[in-house]
């Protein structure tokens, strides 16, 4: 299989909560930290963006996931697992809410225990209307400088996940797995998932 490098250029709209921080400014971890535990944010260089409650599908295929991944992890003794929120500074100015980290068991001195301190080995995005933009853009580039080795990016729409690896400073698609598929993850060493079960029927008689 071919490799496919991704570079992005992007412009997002982001929603900004003025009566807390100067939106003029460049926000910081500092300033993150006084947002209201009763809204998700993220910070993604410098900028609040607000993180809206996901839809119920999607809460349906990240328990899929977590399931299954979870269980290879613990019997193998591979690292932590951790679902959003959690969150995840990359840098003073960078905080990120992943649907889904791992760390390994290698790279543990980066779990702290307010956040995970460093990028993740692997990251895993659930899209949704209101955050595939960013997903697809914003965060692959940052997922990228930052180091995350693996980038999966899960399309509930075309029910497909897109296994992302990380090159020279930018990912590479390391495989598009969809209906009859079996997904496999460099990074949890022999981990396989079949497609279709992780995309069965939701809410249906």
């Known amino acids: 299989m071919v490799r496919k490098s991704i570079a992005v250029s ?13 939106v003029k400014a460049k926000h910081t971890y500092a300033d993150y930290l006084k947002t209201s535990d009763e809204e998700r944010f993220q910070l993604l260089d410098g900028e609040l963006v607000m993180a809206p409650a996901p839809l119920l599908y ?6 899929k996931l977590l399931y299954a991944i979870s ?6 003794n ?24 791992f760390v390994s068991r290698q790279r543990n001195q980066i779990l702290k225990p307010e956040s995970v301190q460093g990028a993740p080995d692997l990251v ?4 949704s209307p209101s955050t595939a933009e960013l997903d697809r853009t914003t965060k692959l580039e940052l997922y990228a400088r ?11 729409e075309a029910k497909t996940i897109m296994v992302l690896l990380l090159g020279q400073n930018r990912f ?20 396989t998932v079949l497609v279709d079960e992780l995309f069965e029927a939701f809410l249906e008689a």
């Open 10 to 22: 992007f412009s997002p709209i982001l929603l900004r909560r003025s009566d807390v921080i100067n």
């Open 58 to 63: 999607h809460q349906f295929i990240l328990r």
């Open 71 to 76: 269980g290879y992890v613990d019997e193998h």
């Open 78 to 101: 591979l690292g932590e697992l951790f679902c959003s929120p959690t969150d995840v500074v990359l840098s003073e100015t960078n905080v990120v809410q992943p649907d889904i980290l």
């Open 124 to 127: 895993v995005e659930i899209l």
């Open 146 to 156: 930052h180091g995350v080795r693996e980038y999966w990016i899960v399309d509930p």
């Open 172 to 191: 590479e698609v390391g495989g598009t797995y969809g209906k009859g598929h079996t997904l496999q993850s460099p990074t949890l060493e022999g981990f």
